[in-house]
Nanobody, 115 residues
Framework: QVQLVESGGGLVQAGGSLRLSCRAS????????MAWYRQAPGKQRELVASITSDGSTNYADSGKGRFTITRGNAKNTVYLQMASLKPEDTAVYFC?????????WGQGTQVTVSS
């Protein structure tokens, strides 16, 4: 059974940085796409950034220039480096992966940015 486990969330002051990590386990196959989404209280889940198997990246406008998504050397790992964090970045961040045409979600990790 495929499981995505996130880590790296926490409380940070505005202007600070955090690095989120995610690893998908339970499969021999490599992911086609891995991504980070976030959901703030009372809002819909939204894409933060995505990365394909060949390294192509896509960012939401809210994170361009501040967030960087990368794949790790280990199979099915992905990172989100977040800098210059703002209070409006406060949300639960979810890892997402497409593996052999199946979509998987992590449980989420809380990121709280204080002003």
């Amino acid at each position: 059974q495929v499981q995505l486990v996130e880590s790296g969330g926490g409380l940070v002051q505005a202007g600070g940085s955090l690095r989120l990590s995610c690893r998908a386990s339970g499969t021999f196959f490599s992911s086609n796409v891995m991504a980070w989404y976030r959901q703030a209280p009372g809002k819909q889940r939204e894409l933060v950034a995505s990365i394909t198997s060949d390294g192509s990246t896509n960012y939401a406008d809210s994170g361009k220039g501040r967030f960087t998504i990368t794949r790790g050397n280990a199979k099915n790992t992905v990172y989100l480096q977040m800098a210059s964090l703002k209070p409006e970045d406060t949300a639960v961040y979810f890892c997402f992966a497409t593996i052999v045409r199946q979509d998987y979600w992590g449980q989420g990790t809380q990121v709280t940015v204080s002003s």
